[in-house]
T-cell receptor, first 116, second 112 residues
Framework: AQKVTQAQTEISVVEKEDVTLDCVYETRDTTYYLFWYKQPPSGELVFLIRRNSFDEQNEISGRYSWNFQKSTSSFNFTITASQVVDSAVYFC?????????????FGSGTQLTVLP | DTEVTQTPKHLVMGMTNKKSLKCEQH?????MYWYKQKAKKPPELMFVYSYEKLSINESVPSRFSPECPNSSLLNLHLHALQPEDSALYLCASSPYRGTEAFFGQGTRLTVV
């Protein structure tokens, strides 16, 4: 069975600080996908990034960067120069193929609060 | 268009009422999902439709009845709900054998 662990329940930073959200996963699949989603207070889950198990190249996109390390089963997410609008719950998710559809397993989420 | 539209955004219903939640996407995705999310918890999968056929039912009580009339629409029919069913109900879609799921804004359901 697959599992996603986000050990950080809540993080508080002051605006312009960098913050890293941790994610550790377990899966028996050799092919899988990892995701980060953002959920602001409005409730919508916003897709941020996908990584597949064959692509360990890390990436920077604007203020966001991701660190995928298969050897440690980790998929961490960093926000550089945080802003108040980044305040939200961030979910890490793992996708396995179940029948003809992909099934997401979410971590418990990390509540990020960015203070002005 | 990467939008999944859910209606209504808010719903208050009594325990004897019958209501329906609606979800629509026009991205050509052939997999659609219903998730339930309680406060301060991650989303929990309820149902998966693939090519308009129910492929996964995560042991959801029969008072929740999903329906997929066509490839763009997904409904969730509600009947005789309990107060503990109050939650945010999220619809999502993904391409067949696709990867990321796109979520709607959800329906905040309150059962009184």
């Amino acid at each position: 069975a697959q599992k996603v662990t986000q050990a950080q329940t809540e993080i508080s930073v002051v605006e312009k600080e960098d913050v890293t959200l941790d994610c550790v996963y377990e899966t028996r699949d050799t092919t899988y996908y990892l995701f980060w989603y953002k959920q602001p207070p409005s409730g919508e889950l916003v897709f941020l990034i996908r990584r597949n198990s064959f692509d360990e190249q890390n990436e920077i996109s604007g203020r966001y960067s991701w660190n995928f390390q298969k050897s440690t089963s980790s998929f961490n997410f960093t926000i550089t120069a945080s802003q108040v609008v980044d305040s939200a719950v961030y979910f890490c998710a793992l996708s396995e193929l179940s029948g003809s559809a992909r099934q997401l397993t979410f971590g418990s989420g990390t509540q990020l609060t960015v203070l002005p | 268009d990467t939008e999944v539209t859910q209606t209504p955004k808010h719903l208050v219903m009594g325990m004897t009422n019958k209501k329906s939640l609606k979800c629509e996407q026009h991205m050509g995705h052939r997999a659609m999902y219903w998730y339930k999310q309680k406060a301060k918890k991650p989303p929990e999968l309820m149902f998966v439709y693939s090519y308009e056929k129910l492929s996964i039912n995560e042991s959801v009580p029969s008072r929740f009845s999903p329906e997929c009339p066509n490839s763009s629409l997904l409904n969730l029919h509600l009947h005789a709900l309990q107060p503990e069913d109050s939650a945010l109900y999220l619809c999502a879609s993904s391409p067949y054998r696709g990867t990321e799921a796109f979520f709607g804004q959800g329906t905040r359901l309150t059962v009184v």
